[in-house]
């Protein structure tokens, strides 16, 4: 049986946000730090450089982070 927090059902399909993009979503990659650090500036986070590393790398046993990208 498979966990419900498998995010492989997810992350197969693409979404259509409400008055919105339709977007598919993916784990993380190391690719997506610069993307990942400009928004959470935006937002007014400040990441050190090791905060922003553990966001693309982790165990997906305990933590998961998910890239949206509009299609």
Same mark, same amino acid.
């Given at each position: 049986?498979?966990?419900? !927090?498998?995010?492989?059902?997810?992350? /197969?399909?693409?979404?259509?946000? *409400? &008055?919105?993009?339709?977007?598919? =979503?993916? @784990? #993380?990659? !190391?690719?997506?730090?610069?993307?990942? /650090?400009?928004?959470?500036?935006? *937002? &007014?986070?400040?990441?050190?450089? =090791?905060? @922003? #590393?553990?966001?693309?790398?982790f165990h997906p046993?305990?933590?998961?982070?998910i890239c949206a990208t509009?299609?």
């Amino acid at each position: 049986m498979v966990p419900s !927090s498998t995010p492989g059902a997810l992350l /197969g399909q693409s979404y259509r946000l *409400a &008055g919105g993009p339709r977007v598919s =979503l993916r @784990l #993380a990659r !190391s690719r997506d730090l610069p993307g990942i /650090g400009a928004l959470a500036q935006r *937002a &007014g986070i400040e990441l050190e450089g =090791l905060e @922003l #590393a553990r966001l693309v790398r982790f165990h997906p046993r305990r933590r998961i982070v998910i890239c949206a990208t509009a299609l």
